[in-house]
């Protein structure tokens, strides 16, 4: 497993605070493009418009991976079985692979997974680093 507590803790915000990791994921969305392009008329800025952005698209594939973590939970607690996170993984990563699939709302659904992923991962960097400020670790 790859970093268990960051997965599962961005898994949560995913699920306990959708709205909020959807609407930071937009406005990531929104500004990243404006920011990488501000910061290619610099010449300082050039490498770190390249990172920013490579940072950006790294983000935009590890958001499926948490969309499908957590999609996976709701459906194995609707089915209120006990599995592992393999197997919870798998049953999300399928659903969520069949919705983009569909006809005229897979686009639609994708954006939303990437951005609400986006925006959980942001909130959760945000909220650990809170967490680390107030045990004075940072």
């Known amino acids: 497993r790859f970093l268990p507590v960051y997965t599962l803790q961005t898994t949560?915000?995913?699920?306990?605070?959708?709205?909020?990791?959807?609407?930071?994921?937009?406005?990531?969305?929104?500004?990243?493009?404006?920011?990488?392009?501000?910061?290619?008329?610099?010449?300082?800025?050039?490498?770190?418009?390249?990172?920013?952005?490579?940072?950006?698209?790294?983000?935009?594939?590890?958001?499926?991976?948490?969309?499908?973590l957590a999609l996976g939970q709701k459906i194995i607690s609707i089915l209120n079985k006990k599995t592992t996170v393999g197997w919870t993984f798998v049953v999300g990563l399928v659903t969520y692979f069949i919705l983009i699939s569909l006809p005229f709302i897979g686009f639609i659904v994708w954006m939303f997974a990437v951005t609400t992923g986006i925006g959980a991962m942001l909130v959760q960097k945000r909220n650990m680093y809170q967490e680390l400020r107030e045990k004075e670790v940072i």
């Open 12 to 68: 949560n915000v995913i699920t306990k605070k959708p709205l909020q990791s959807f609407i930071v994921g937009i406005i990531t969305a929104i500004l990243i493009f404006p920011i990488f392009m501000f910061l290619l008329v610099t010449i300082i800025g050039i490498p770190i418009a390249v990172i920013l952005l490579t940072m950006y698209f790294i983000m935009i594939y590890f958001a499926k991976i948490f969309i499908a």
